[in-house]
T-cell receptor, first 115, second 109 residues
Framework: KAGVTQTPRYLIKTRGQQVTLSCSPI?????VSWYQQTPGQGLQFLFE???????NKGNFPGRFSGRQFSNSRSEMNVSTLELGDSALYLC??????????????FGPGTRLTVL | GQSLEQPSEVTAVEGAIVQINCTYQ??????LSWYQQHDGGAPTFLSYNALDGLEETGRFSSFLSRSDSYGYLLLQELQMKDSASYFC??????????FGGGTRVLVKP
C-alpha cells in the first residue's frame, strides 16, 4: 500500500496570509490526525478527523482548522499566519476503528516557513 | 492535562545498549507508544505497551510500569542507523496522543 502523502512538501508564506495543506491517508484508513512539530515545542496534536467529523482537538487557536472529505483525504488551513506558525506539519493516518491503540502512520510532512 | 518527560540526548557507541526513560502524568491512561524519527524524516512507530511488562521486537524492547507511570525503550546492539530521535507518546483521556519532547540518540563508531 502507498504511504501517507502530503502536499506541498515545502511552503513559504508571509505574515497575515493563509495556507492550506493537504494529506492523503493510507488506503482504507479513516482517521487522519494533524501535528505541529517545532524545535521548541516538540510534536503537538492539532486535531483528528474520522469519517469527515472532527473527533478530537488539541490546544491550538481557532486560526487552525481542518476538514476531511468522503474519500478520507484531509486538509488543514491556517489563517492569518504568524511567525510562530513556522513548523513542520505532519499528517498521520490510522484505521481509526481499533480505539486507543491505533498506530499512527506519518506522512513526510509539510515544512512551512512564515516570513 | 498530560505531560511526559524523557532525556533530551543520549550518546553511545556501536554495539552498546541504550535505555531511554519516559515518565508521564495523566488521567485515564491507555497505553505508551514509542516512535523513531530520523533527521528530515517522518516519525515511525516502534512499539506499544498497554499492560505492565516488557515487549520485545528484535533489537528494541519497551517496558511499562503503570503503577510508577514510567516506561522505557531499550535499544540493544546499537548500530549507526539507530542515530535518531525517539519519542514516547501516551493516549489518554480525550483520546489525544501526547508526545514527549524526544530523546536524540547519537551513535558513535
Amino acid at each position: 500500500k502507498a504511504g501517507v502523502t502530503q502536499t506541498p512538501r515545502y511552503l513559504i508564506k508571509t505574515r497575515g496570509q493563509q495556507v492550506t495543506l493537504s494529506c492523503s491517508p493510507i488506503s482504507g484508513h479513516r482517521s487522519v490526525s494533524w501535528y505541529q512539530q517545532t524545535p521548541g515545542q516538540g510534536l503537538q496534536f492539532l486535531f483528528e478527523y474520522f469519517s469527515e467529523t472532527q473527533r478530537n482537538k488539541g490546544n491550538f487557536p481557532g486560526r487552525f482548522s481542518g476538514r476531511q472529505f468522503s474519500n478520507s483525504r484531509s486538509e488543514m488551513n491556517v489563517s492569518t499566519l504568524e511567525l510562530g506558525d513556522s513548523a513542520l506539519y505532519l499528517c498521520a493516518s490510522s484505521p481509526g476503528t481499533s480505539g486507543f491503540t491505533d498506530t499512527q502512520y506519518f506522512g513526510p510532512g509539510t515544512r512551512l516557513t512564515v516570513l | 492535562g498530560q505531560s511526559l518527560e524523557q532525556p533530551s540526548e543520549v550518546t553511545a557507541v556501536e554495539g552498546a545498549i541504550v535505555q531511554i526513560n519516559c515518565t508521564y502524568q495523566t488521567s485515564g491512561f491507555y497505553g505508551l507508544s514509542w516512535y523513531q524519527q530520523h533527521d528530515g524524516g517522518a516519525p515511525t512507530f516502534l512499539s506499544y505497551n498497554a499492560l505492565d511488562g516488557l515487549e520485545e521486537t528484535g533489537r528494541f524492547s519497551s517496558f511499562l510500569s503503570r503503577s510508577d507511570s514510567y516506561g522505557y525503550l531499550l535499544l540493544q546492539e546499537l548500530q549507526m542507523k539507530d542515530s535518531a530521535s525517539y519519542f514516547c507518546a501516551i493516549k489518554a483521556a480525550g483520546n489525544k496522543l501526547t508526545f514527549g519532547g524526544g530523546t536524540r540518540v547519537l551513535v558513535k563508531p
